[in-house]
């Protein structure tokens, strides 16, 4: 578990496979990264128990994080890439 700076950030097993499987694709992602796209995101959807915070990443994408809030921590479920001209209009 890590301490942001208001609720605590869990990383699912999943989300934790996630950044060797993406790395192996060349796509390198940090802890940090998905903490600061969970806490200060450029954009939030919402639905049901679940949000998506999206954050601008590099010139031609954003990443995009699915996690849920339970009691006073984060749960980052997974996390993934996605294409500006996708998700940014």
């Known amino acids: 578990m890590i301490q942001s700076t208001s609720m605590a950030v869990r990383f699912t097993r999943h989300a934790r496979e996630k950044f060797d499987i993406l790395a192996e694709h060349k796509f390198v992602v940090t802890e940090a ?12 959807e919402t639905d ?7 954050k601008g990443f590099d010139e031609k994408h954003v990443l995009r ?7 006073d ?5 997974t996390f993934y890439p ?6 940014e209009n």
């Open 33 to 44: 990264q998905i903490i600061d796209t969970v806490n200060s995101p450029d954009i939030v």
């Open 48 to 54: 049901r128990d679940l949000s998506i915070a999206q």
């Open 65 to 71: 994080v699915v996690f849920r809030v339970e009691n």
């Open 73 to 77: 921590d984060k749960v980052i479920i």
């Open 82 to 87: 996605g294409r500006r001209r996708q998700y």
